[in-house]
């Protein structure tokens, strides 16, 4: 974080203007003719998605807020149709937890398992998404969730790069 608001990255990459967004928004309207007001519920509705799954794994709200914000960062400069926001979404919560857990659990993660306030395991983290979408989003998967966790670390990639850029 830095100590000077006008140096770091939040003020110099993510302080979008209303038409900059628009001019990226503009092409999925078009693509899944949808309104703008539609576009916001869509959004709204993965931010559910991604609280529900934290409140399944129990995280803190600081970390389902922190993903929360990188599902909207990433869609702010590239379209749904660039990843699947169903694989997206778990992957900003996953990329959170790496990022908002303190150092004092990692520690207390690696050398007894601490799990109450520590990252959940993977396995753990790709069956609860299962099972939520299983669960709660069955209309929108007649099948099983395709997604597992290598899909997720592919995706995290994508995601650091929007980050970083």
């Not at 996953?94 to 306030?117: I, M």
């Amino acid at each position: 974080m830095s100590g000077n608001f006008w140096k770091s990255s939040h003020y110099q990459q993510w302080l979008l203007d209303p038409q900059e967004i628009m001019l990226h928004r503009i092409k999925d309207l078009q693509a899944f003719n949808l309104k703008e007001d539609e576009y916001y519920k869509l959004m709204i509705f993965f931010a559910n998605f991604i609280q529900a799954l934290g409140e399944n794994l129990r995280l803190r709200q600081q970390v389902i807020a922190t993903a929360t914000v990188y599902l909207r960062r990433f869609y702010s400069k590239y379209s749904l149709k660039c990843i699947d926001p169903f694989l997206l979404a778990p992957t900003c919560l996953f990329l959170a937890t790496k990022v908002e857990v303190p150092k004092f659990f990692f520690f207390f993660y690696f050398l007894s398992q601490f799990k109450e306030f520590g990252l959940p395991s993977q396995h753990r983290f790709a069956t609860v998404t299962a099972n939520l979408v299983k669960t709660k989003y069955s209309h929108l998967f007649p099948q099983e969730y395709p997604y597992k966790i290598g899909h997720i670390w592919e995706c995290e990639f994508y995601l650091l790069e929007v980050m970083v850029n």
